[in-house]
């Protein structure tokens, strides 16, 4: 669908701008009543009820959803966007500021922008998702068929189940807004957790019976995302039967054709000292294609044909800032014999947020022919550049590989030289141009994650050894040594979720969804973050602002905030 990709954003403000919802972080709308005729505002003539007259229009508005999806990955350009993917728990830390929020548990509060900016997204998208879902009860809507009219209000559904999953997850129960809002609201009260999750599972259920199963628009939502979100609501509600037979139509083939990749394909398939887990994360290879089905959702960002970034899909540059982020800053290491000019083969990492320990070391004891672990999934070998200063010792010399001696401060290891994971960087560019040259898209659902979740559920039920049996599934793809029944359980489904999913899954949604955000950042943290958490941490804190414009009703807040 062309209006997908590239929607007409002159009428998408329009039909925002006339049905937009008061929610709970808008804030309360004053107006003017000056006795002025020329001042004087008349009802608009555009409504819920005639703004949505066809299927163009349908899909020009769920456009917004999928934006609030790009911005989960790139909104800033720092530590922020690392935020959904553990900043601060047992994953990843800010190397630069040990003072910094989530390295420092105790000045995360109720005015966090990072949590907060999250909660105010999904409601975002709740409220477009209402305004659709009760558009569609229009009658006037022209549908070419009714399936059509289904589809579309299975997609605005999968949404609004997807984005409450995400609230609940880490804040606990919330508001549950169920239709598009017209007039001023500040009476809302939350509902349970429960409540909230058993709210997205109806919606989820529903997305899961309706959407297609394929689509020709990449990026769009189909029903094997709607049931891989399923089953982890059904995992929340303790229905570990509905989990598995959820996650079973993923992995069995009923809700499309799906299997892990075993073999190179794509663009850089060629390559002899590159692997087949390396080509998941090569730019152009994400989407569903010939080689790769293990793809359900990704977030577009990948550049179109005339070189331009997607439209909508990045806010303060031009291109997915995951680079810049996620690798560190060998490029300007002196020691190491480089000037602070990035090149193609070096990228441009920052080092804003570094893995810790447990994700680079810890959770490859043992790993032996772990592919994910070679050298070409994450870099651990630096070698020296062009400028290598005169040696003290020898063996000192352009392209010789730099001994870990010579790092002796913690920028050295913190920022300038540490292990680079594959998927978030390259050293191939476009255009040979390491500060803007990395553009993919991002996984939202893999495959594996899928299999974790059925795994999840059996380890729950008691069933060891169909949950060792998939968590096989996917270590058998990397060579990895199997799993035995007696081994499985939390810690090492999570670690096997790291190292599969490191900066791909919502980190702090999984812990926060099973009440571990406090015990792994406690044990597996890194120090700043360890000493600071504390147990009421495994929930987030409602946004003050939301709190504070409610005044009609009162929103409590998540203890100890």
Do not use: H
């Given at each position: 669908m062309q209006a997908f990709k590239k929607f007409n954003m002159k009428t998408h403000k329009i039909i925002l701008t006339v049905i937009i919802a008061v929610m709970l972080t808008a804030a309360l709308i004053q107006s003017c009543k000056k006795d002025t005729a020329f001042l004087t505002e008349n009802p608009a003539t555009l409504n819920s009820s005639n703004a949505l007259t066809n299927p163009a229009q349908f899909s020009e508005m769920s456009a917004s959803m999928y934006h609030y999806i790009q911005l989960f990955y790139n909104s800033a350009d720092g530590n922020k966007d690392g935020w959904i993917l553990g900043l601060g728990t047992d994953v990843c830390y800010d190397p630069r500021d040990p003072t910094s929020k989530y390295n420092n548990w105790a000045i995360v509060n109720s005015t966090d922008n990072y949590s907060g900016d999250w909660f105010n997204w999904q409601y975002n998208i709740i409220k477009v998702a209402n305004t659709l879902i009760a558009g569609a009860a229009n009658p006037a809507v022209v549908w070419t068929n009714d399936a059509q009219k289904q589809a579309a209000i299975a997609e605005a559904r999968f949404f609004r189940g997807f984005a409450y999953r995400n609230l609940a997850n880490v804040f606990g129960g919330v508001p549950i807004v169920s239709a598009p809002v017209t007039t001023a609201q500040v009476n809302f009260v939350r509902n349970t957790r429960d409540e909230v999750y058993k709210f997205a599972l109806a919606d989820l259920t529903f997305a899961a019976a309706n959407l297609p199963t394929t689509t020709t628009t990449p990026g769009r939502v189909v029903r094997a995302a709607a049931d891989h979100i399923l089953a982890e609501v059904d995992i929340s509600l303790k229905d570990y039967d509905g989990a598995i037979a959820a996650a079973t139509r993923v992995i069995n083939g009923t809700d499309g054709n799906y299997s892990l990749v075993k073999a190179r394909f794509g663009a850089r398939?060629?390559?002899?000292?590159?692997?087949?887990?390396?080509?998941?994360?090569?730019?152009?290879?994400?989407?569903?294609?010939?080689?790769?089905?293990?793809?359900?959702?990704?977030?577009?960002?990948?550049?179109?044909?005339?070189?331009?970034?997607?439209?909508?899909?990045?806010?303060?540059?031009?291109?997915?800032?995951?680079?810049?982020?996620?690798?560190?800053?060998?490029?300007?290491?002196?020691?190491?014999?480089?000037?602070?000019?990035?090149?193609?083969?070096?990228?441009?990492?920052?080092?804003?947020?570094?893995?810790?320990?447990?994700?680079?070391?810890?959770?490859?004891?043992?790993?032996?022919?772990?592919?994910?672990n070679s050298e070409t999934c994450i870099k651990r070998h630096y070698y020296f550049g062009p400028n290598t200063p005169v040696p003290p010792v020898a063996g000192y010399a352009p392209h010789k590989l730099a001994p870990p001696s010579i790092l002796t401060t913690h920028d050295d290891t913190s920022i300038y030289i540490y292990p680079n994971w594959c998927k978030f960087g390259t050293d191939k560019h476009i255009g040979g141009v390491p500060d803007n040259g990395y553009v993919r898209n991002f996984y939202i659902i893999r495959l594996p994650e899928t299999y974790f979740l059925r795994a999840e559920a059996y380890m729950n039920k008691g069933d060891l050894a169909s949950a060792a049996a998939d968590l096989n599934v996917v270590r058998s793809r990397s060579n990895a040594t199997p799993v035995a029944p007696g081994q499985v359980n939390m810690d090492y489904l999570l670690d096997e979720r790291a190292r599969e999913l490191f900066g791909e899954e919502f980190r702090i949604l999984t812990l926060g969804r099973l009440g571990l955000i406090y015990d792994r950042t406690k044990r597996f943290g890194n120090p700043q973050s360890a000493a600071s958490v504390q147990q009421f941490n495994n929930l987030l804190p409602i946004p003050q602002s939301s709190i504070d414009a409610n005044t009609g009703a009162t929103i409590t807040q998540n203890p100890g905030y």
């Open positions: 398939a060629s390559e002899p000292d590159k692997n087949y887990y390396y080509d998941l994360f090569v730019m152009g290879n994400q989407n569903t294609q010939p080689g790769n089905n293990e793809s359900i959702w990704n977030a577009q960002f990948a550049v179109t044909a005339t070189g331009g970034a997607i439209p909508g899909g990045v806010t303060t540059s031009t291109r997915p800032l995951i680079e810049r982020m996620m690798w560190c800053d060998w490029w300007g290491q002196v020691k190491y014999g480089y000037n602070g000019t990035a090149v193609d083969s070096t990228g441009r990492g920052v080092g804003f947020v570094r893995p810790t320990n447990y994700i680079n070391y810890n959770i490859w004891a043992n790993s032996r022919n772990d592919i994910r």
